[in-house]
Every structure is written in structure tokens, then in C-alpha cells.
């Protein structure tokens, strides 16, 4: 057996028998997950005996560190990139396709967001398989490619590489497969390592509470807040903690490219109703109100919409699929590339009533099942499987009225999920309390902007912030503004 074998042995014992790790002992088991000296069993032992001793405060943020630190680490401003470096992390759900939203919205709005992703864990679904339904884009690219395309075009989502936290991108598939997902000092560690190595000065992270999320209830959720604040404290990263709402799935989709059809009609300023949409308003703003890109709230969202209904934002997101070597028309014809499932059918409303709740985990399960994520490591994913046209809780249905549209890729496994579904959906004759989609802030709720405001296309174009601009791209504003005033959403 080898000396560096025998050393991890000894480290994966001292941690099973709850015994505290040195900041050099962490930085060790991180070297030996990039480098592949810590093999799949001992990578496997890891996580199990973190999963059940726990670390310290102290170990996590050693931990961190040493993932961090486990490739290269980005300084933005060296270079070349002058604009706040922000981002935003999720801690899973379903229906959860923010960040293709958010991130093309913030690059428009002048922040640089280099955005180190995950793939999906358990039935919570992963942004770079949804960002991957795209024929052609690849999500691992180079350093080089990296920083080209965040120079260029202001964003790129991409994974954790063999250059970028390549430690958490080993230790992030190890807990998919060992039942190690939901451990605090896990999550934390993963998240961290991938955004501080990315170079990101301002992190807003969003965590789900709800039946679809990692946590059900407050109390878990603040628990992981706490630990991640503590965390980015010590190592020098300004962070910020939303509770936000899993009850039922954010956008009206779970599945790959359906998530992306959800994202693409937010982008393209078609929806400025839903969820989604109004989850982007709310996160996107605080992130540019605290990287100094605007002076208060209303102001960031004014400019959060406008990004979206001018078509700012969707021509960041295509600028980045086409960098990634993904289809230049992935937004204006999703008809050329986007491939249906075989199987389409509907689950039905059983009586008359309002859809009182939804069971969201047996969703993601549901969709799990169908082939949208992977149960097993070598499994692959079919982008076209998964559930759309999910209605919102709340909503009065008739007997026979479709809840939701299940897509499969089997008339078997279409059979099969609307089994599974069934119960998920509850139907009653009393209308829910309604559940608020922002539920809170660590710490204290930001001060909120008025709910109506003017819109960023009343006061500035495009060109050079003047009204009544005849520039170039004026009439962008101008149908911008046109579009926000009819829907009501300013004065």
C-alpha cells in the first residue's frame, strides 16, 4: 500500500471515529479528490463520514478553502473585467431554471457572471443539464474559453472543470450516488469552493423551503443560512441569503429542455406574470443594487425589466450559447433544434375544485423516473422528458381539466407517471392560504421598492440614457415601454 493510500486511510478513520481535521489533513483529502489519488471507495468513505460526524465550523471553512484552492483561482479584475463580479446559487428544487434567466438579465444590466454550476442531485434538477438541451454547447470549457466569454458577452455557466474547483467537481457526483446529498457542511463547501475560485466578489444564495426542496421547513434552512454566512465571512465574500418558496415548482415546467422553454419566454419578455419572472425581479435586483449598478431597488428593477422586455437579456444568453457551441437561434427558432417526446398526455383534474397543493418532490421524482435525471452515474439524460403546463396552487379546475402535461418517451413510462402523480396533486374546495414566493431574508427583510415604478424605457434608451433618444437601439425602449405599460407593470 502506498504512503499517500495508508495517509488517506488514516484520515478517513480519525473523521469516522469523529475526531477534528486539520486545515492541512483537509487540504490533503481536497489534492487527492482533483487529483485522483483518493479513489471512488475512499471519495465515497468521505462524504459517508462527513455525512455522519459532521465537521466544526472551523473544518468547513478549511474545507472550503482547500476545494477552492484545489485549481485556479480567478482575479477578474487582472483580467481585464472592470464590472461587479456577481452571482447567485440555488440549493435545489424543481422547476428551478432561475439562473438561465437571472444571469443573461444581470450581464445585460452591466454585471460580469462567470457562473460555476452543478448538474442535478436527487430529484432536484441541475442547471447545466438544462443549459446541455441545447444541441452542440458544452458546459466544460477551458480557462481561456472562460474568461473569453465573460470578457465578450458578460456571462458564462459553466461547470466546476479540472482548472476550477476540480476537487468539488469529484466530490459534487460522489454525493449524487452515496445518499450524502443533504449535508450541511457539504452544500456549503460545494457552493463556496465553485464561486470563490470563480472570482465572485457579491453572492446572493437562494434557499428553497418547501416540499421540492432540500429542506421542508425555516428552521432547517436557517441552520444551512447560518453556516453558509459564517462561512463566506471568513474567507472574504460578500453574501447574501433569501428563503424562498418550493411548495410547488418555481417556473411551470420540470425537465430539461421544458425548464428552458420556461426560461426563453421570460427572456424573450413573453412572460412577466409568472413566478419565475417575478423570482428574477426580485433576486436580480437586490444583486444589482449591491454591486453598485444602481442606487436603490426601484431603480434595479426597473432595469431587470426592462432587460427582459427589450430583448437585452435574450441576446446575452444566445450570445453565450453560440460562444459555447450551441445553435444561434437558440431563443428566436427553438423550432429548429427542439425535439418533442414521443409521448405526450395530460393528468386531469378527478372533480370539480382548486388545486389546494402539490406534493413538489414527487414531481421531481416523477420526472427522475422518465429519464430527466440520473439515477444511476452513468445514466444518460433525455432532455425532451418531463412536465409542463403545471398549474399554479391556488388555481379553480374542473372535472377533466389537465393540471399538468406529462412528456415521456414511452406510452409505458406516460402511464406509469401519471400513476405516480396522481396523488401529488390535491384537489379541494377551499382556496389555500397563499404561501409568499420571498419568504425572508437572513438577518432581516431588505427595505422592498414600491410596487409600481416607472420603467427603465420611460426615462433612458439604450444609447445613452437621454429621453427621446433616436439612437440605434431606441426602439427597443420604445417597445419596452409600450409592452410594460399595457400589462400594468408601470406608471
Known amino acids: 500500500m502506498s504512503s499517500n493510500l495508508l495517509r488517506f486511510d488514516l484520515l478517513l478513520a480519525a473523521k469516522r471515529a469523529g475526531r477534528s481535521l486539520l486545515a492541512c489533513e483537509l487540504s490533503e483529502l481536497a489534492r487527492g479528490l482533483a487529483d485522483g489519488s483518493l479513489d471512488d471507495a475512499q471519495a465515497g468513505a468521505l462524504a459517508m ?27 477578474w479584475p487582472s483580467l481585464g473585467v472592470e464590472s461587479p463580479v456577481l452571482d447567485k446559487h440555488s440549493t435545489g428544487g424543481v422547476g428551478d431554471c432561475l439562473s438561465l ?53 458578460g456571462l458564462a455557466i459553466v461547470s466546476a472543470s479540472n482548472e476550477i474547483a476540480p476537487a468539488d467537481r469529484r466530490l459534487y457526483a460522489i454525493r449524487d450516488r452515496t445518499g450524502t446529498v443533504d449535508s450541511l457542511p457539504l452544500i456549503v463547501s460545494s457552493i463556496l469552493s465553485k464561486k470563490l475560485a470563480a472570482g465572485v466578489q457579491h453572492l446572493l444564495l437562494d434557499l428553497k423551503l418547501g416540499s421540492g426542496a432540500l429542506m421542508r421547513e425555516r428552521g432547517e434552512g ?22 424562498t418558496d418550493m411548495d410547488q415548482p418555481l417556473a411551470n415546467a420540470a425537465g430539461n429542455a421544458l425548464e428552458l422553454d420556461a426560461a426563453a419566454r421570460v427572456l424573450r419578455g413573453e412572460d412577466t406574470r409568472s413566478r419565475l419572472y417575478r423570482l428574477n425581479l426580485s433576486l436580480c435586483a437586490r444583486l444589482l443594487w449591491q454591486g453598485g449598478l444602481c442606487v436603490d ?176 437601439r431606441a426602439l427597443l425602449a420604445a417597445r419596452a415601454q409600450q409592452q410594460c405599460r399595457a400589462e400594468g407593470l408601470c406608471t
Open 49 to 75: 463520514a462527513i455525512c455522519l460526524r459532521g465537521l466544526s465550523a472551523r473544518e468547513t471553512v478549511d474545507l472550503t478553502a482547500a476545494m477552492r484552492d484545489s485549481g485556479r483561482v480567478l482575479h
Open 101 to 153: 434567466v437571472l444571469a443573461p438579465a444581470l450581464a445585460a444590466c452591466g454585471a460580469a457572471v462567470p457562473m460555476v454550476s452543478g448538474r442535478g442531485l436527487g430529484h432536484t434538477g441541475g442547471t447545466l443539464d438544462k443549459l446541455e438541451a441545447l444541441p452542440g454547447l458544452s458546459t466544460e470549457l477551458d480557462l481561456d474559453a472562460l474568461v473569453a466569454c465573460v470578457r465578450r458577452h
Open 222 to 243: 436557517e441552520a444551512l443560512a447560518r453556516l453558509l454566512a459564517a462561512t463566506a465571512a471568513a474567507l472574504g465574500l460578500g453574501c447574501e441569503l433569501a428563503f
Open 297 to 472: 431597488l426601484a431603480q434595479a428593477q426597473a432595469r431587470v425589466h426592462w432587460a427582459l422586455c427589450s430583448g437585452a437579456a435574450a441576446q446575452r444568453f444566445e450570445a453565450m450559447v453560440r460562444a459555447m457551441g450551441g445553435p444561434a437561434d437558440a431563443l428566436s427558432a427553438p423550432q429548429r433544434w427542439r425535439e418533442q417526446a414521443p409521448c405526450i398526455g395530460e393528468l386531469c383534474a378527478a372533480e370539480d375544485g382548486v388545486l389546494a397543493g402539490i406534493d413538489t418532490r414527487v414531481l421531481g421524482e416523477a420526472c427522475l423516473q422518465l429519464g430527466a435525471g440520473r439515477g444511476r452515474a452513468d445514466a444518460r439524460i433525455d432532455p425532451r422528458v418531463g412536465l409542463s403546463e403545471i398549474l399554479e396552487v391556488g388555481v379553480r379546475v374542473r372535472r377533466g381539466e389537465p393540471l399538468l402535461r406529462i412528456h415521456a418517451h414511452s406510452v409505458d413510462a406516460l402511464q406509469a407517471a401519471r400513476a405516480q402523480l396522481g396523488p401529488a396533486l390535491q384537489i379541494s374546495d377551499r382556496v389555500p392560504e397563499p404561501r409568499p414566493l420571498l419568504q425572508g431574508w437572513l438577518g432581516g427583510q431588505p427595505p422592498s421598492p414600491p410596487e409600481r415604478m416607472p420603467c427603465a424605457a420611460q426615462s433612458a434608451c439604450v444609447d445613452c440614457g437621454e429621453l427621446g433618444c433616436g439612437g440605434p
